[in-house]
């Protein structure tokens, strides 16, 4: 450490002290810069993604993605694979379809006389390359599951049904049945 001081005496020896003040400032700007972006505190702004196209009606939304009948379809496949479930076909109840919320522009317009007052709101729907800004997509809630298995009168069975469709779904035990399959 002395060797190190004393270079540091011999190099600035010539120069002012104004001089090697802005070295030293440098050197601990530098210093914290490194650590700040290490630590994340500089990350870059989240990238926005292409819009989605929205369905036009309704019905072509529900037909369009088939949310709850590709869910049932995966659900059967995963838990027919559980051991003695056999066969396994599932029918979920959920309370609302698919919500999409688009980005608007609200303009508020405000008009007074002496005697009265109004006020309007106008909005329009944000359009991105011919298509409405989608700024969230939200999936229907399920609410029920009942699940029908070949398997499903063994307690063993019924009780691993139960706890994967209640790990997938979140749902509480009371809203997951799990009948037997007639044969």
Same mark, same amino acid.
């Not at 379809?73 to 979920?92: D, F, H, N, P, W």
């Not at 809203?175 to 399959?181: D, T």
């Given at each position: 450490? @002395?060797?190190?001081?004393?270079?540091?005496?011999?190099?600035?020896? @010539?120069?002012? +002290? &104004?001089?090697?003040?802005? #070295?030293?400032?440098?050197?601990?700007?530098? #210093?914290?810069?490194? /650590?700040?972006? *290490?630590?994340?505190?500089?990350?870059?702004?989240?990238?926005?993604?292409?819009?989605?196209? !929205?369905?036009?009606?309704? $019905?072509?939304?529900?037909?369009?993605?088939?949310?709850?009948?590709? !869910?049932?379809?995966?659900?059967?496949?995963?838990?027919?694979?559980?051991?003695?479930?056999? +066969?396994?076909?599932?029918?979920? +109840?959920? *309370?609302?379809?698919?919500?999409?919320?688009?980005?608007?522009?609200?303009?508020?317009?405000?008009?007074?006389?002496?005697?009265?007052?109004?006020?309007?709101?106008?909005?329009? &729907?944000? #359009?991105?390359? @011919? $298509?409405?800004?989608? %700024?969230?997509?939200?999936?229907?809630?399920?609410?029920?599951?009942?699940?029908?298995?070949?398997?499903?009168? @063994?307690?063993?069975? &019924?009780?691993?049904? #139960?706890?994967?469709?209640?790990?997938? %779904?979140?749902?509480?035990?009371?809203?997951?049945? /799990? !009948? +037997?399959? &007639?044969?």
């Amino acid at each position: 450490m @002395d060797k190190f001081a004393e270079y540091i005496k011999t190099a600035f020896r @010539d120069k002012d +002290k &104004k001089t090697v003040a802005n #070295i030293v400032t440098g050197l601990i700007l530098g #210093i914290v810069i490194l /650590v700040v972006s *290490k630590t994340g505190f500089l990350s870059k702004a989240p990238e926005i993604s292409e819009p989605a196209k !929205l369905p036009e009606t309704r $019905n072509e939304a529900e037909t369009e993605g088939g949310y709850e009948k590709d !869910l049932e379809r995966r659900l059967s496949e995963i838990l027919s694979q559980t051991e003695g479930a056999g +066969k396994v076909m599932v029918m979920l +109840k959920v *309370k609302q379809g698919r919500e999409i919320v688009v980005g608007e522009d609200t303009k508020r317009d405000t008009s007074r006389t002496a005697s009265d007052y109004t006020e309007s709101y106008t909005s329009n &729907k944000i #359009i991105v390359n @011919d $298509n409405p800004l989608v %700024l969230t997509e939200r999936a229907p809630r399920v609410e029920g599951i009942i699940i029908i298995a070949q398997g499903g009168g @063994d307690a063993y069975v &019924k009780e691993s049904l #139960i706890r994967a469709a209640g790990a997938v %779904l979140d749902l509480p035990p009371h809203k997951i049945q /799990v !009948l +037997k399959m &007639k044969t």
